[in-house]
């Protein structure tokens, strides 16, 4: 299967498509999980989303893509996407990018308000580090 994604795709407009590379992070806030992918590309312009994988499969598997511009700004350009999932009893989150599979496990809002130590609400990036799934 992944030698099939790694081949840029032409969208109907002419634009290619290209698998891209992300760092993930899925949160669950009540019934739903929030997917995020976060990083930085190249230059500006560009376009960076989630897709549903065409394997129908429960929990659903995403594709994670980033279109170059035509033309943009020849400056580094932080992106944050998301998506959302409706489901009580997802635990993790598989996303296909230009690296392959990436597992990303689900936390809760709970985990992320929680004191640590004395840090105050939110937790230091250490803590985040088996959180966050590098793309």
Request: charged share 20%; hydrophobic share 40%.
């Amino acid at each position: 299967m992944k030698a099939d994604l790694q081949q840029p795709q032409l969208r109907s407009d002419g634009a290619r498509e290209d698998l891209g590379r992300a760092n993930y992070f899925a949160l669950r806030i009540g019934r739903i999980v929030k997917l995020f992918a976060f990083g930085a590309n190249p230059s500006g312009g560009w376009t960076n989303y989630f897709e549903l994988s065409p394997i129908q499969i429960y929990p659903p598997q995403f594709l994670f893509f980033s279109v170059p511009p035509g033309f943009g700004p020849d400056v580094i350009t932080p992106f944050l996407v998301d998506t959302t999932v409706r489901g009580e009893d997802i635990d993790a989150l598989t996303v296909w990018d230009a690296d392959g599979a990436h597992r990303v496990q689900v936390v809760g809002l709970a985990a992320l308000t929680e004191r640590r130590g004395g840090d105050g609400p939110f937790p230091r990036q250490e803590h985040l580090a088996g959180w966050v799934s590098s793309g």
